[in-house]
């Protein structure tokens, strides 16, 4: 009986344990030197093209999707080379509480506030690929991702697919700190702890996206 109820407390610190482990943000470095000139790129199919985003909190969680405004993916003999992309900030959407919720606009606004990412001043974020390592349709992508007035570089893995002449570009899920991009409200960054007590909300903003190139 006492085997079985060691046992069983081992188990259940282990699923604990997993359930309480994130993913740590992805690092960050100087923004890097475009080798490719990818300003005047206009093959992203917009409609098919979408980055999703999770924040979290003590007892909570949001999530949503910004949508990708224009941009491209360089593909040169069957190998992605370059793109960049303008993540249209202003089209902010929650999509945990449902749109006629007045919870849902009050967040919106808030999302779009200069709290966050003051969508008035910074309408557009983006991202422009500055290197492409890998193979076999894994890849690590490296490249320069501006929020607000901050440029930094990341490398994010992903997954690349090509098929009758369309090229789809998806991340695996990422997290970036916001801290890191001057997004300071209620961060443990910015404030201590005795100020916030438990009002934070986490550093971290869980990041993916999906960019499909026109046929």
Request: glycine fraction near 8%.
């Amino acid at each position: 009986m006492k085997k079985i109820i060691l046992s069983l407390v081992l188990a259940a610190s282990v699923l604990t344990g997993c359930k309480g482990e994130k993913k740590a943000a992805v690092e960050t470095e100087k923004a890097k030197v475009v080798d490719v000139n990818v300003s005047e790129l206009d093959n992203v199919n917009i409609a098919e093209s979408v980055l999703t985003w999770k924040g979290t909190k003590p007892g909570g969680a949001h999530n949503g999707d910004v949508a990708i405004q224009k941009g491209g993916l360089l593909v040169e003999n069957g190998v992605l080379i370059g793109g960049q992309f303008t993540f249209d900030m202003t089209s902010i959407k929650v999509l945990d509480i449902p749109a006629d919720e007045e919870g849902n606009g009050k967040l919106v606004g808030h999302l779009s506030s200069p709290d966050f990412f003051d969508v008035t001043t910074y309408p557009g974020s983006k991202f422009t690929i500055t290197k492409v390592e890998g193979k076999n349709g894994k890849v690590d992508i490296t490249g320069n991702l501006t929020v607000k007035d901050v440029t930094k570089s990341i490398t994010i893995p992903a997954t690349i697919m090509m098929e009758d002449g369309i090229t789809t570009l998806k991340s695996d899920n990422f997290n970036i700190n916001r801290a890191e991009f001057n997004i300071q409200y209620k961060s443990k960054s910015f404030f201590s702890i005795e100020e916030l007590k438990d009002k934070f909300i986490d550093d971290l903003i869980e990041m993916s996206f999906v960019v499909k190139t026109k046929a």
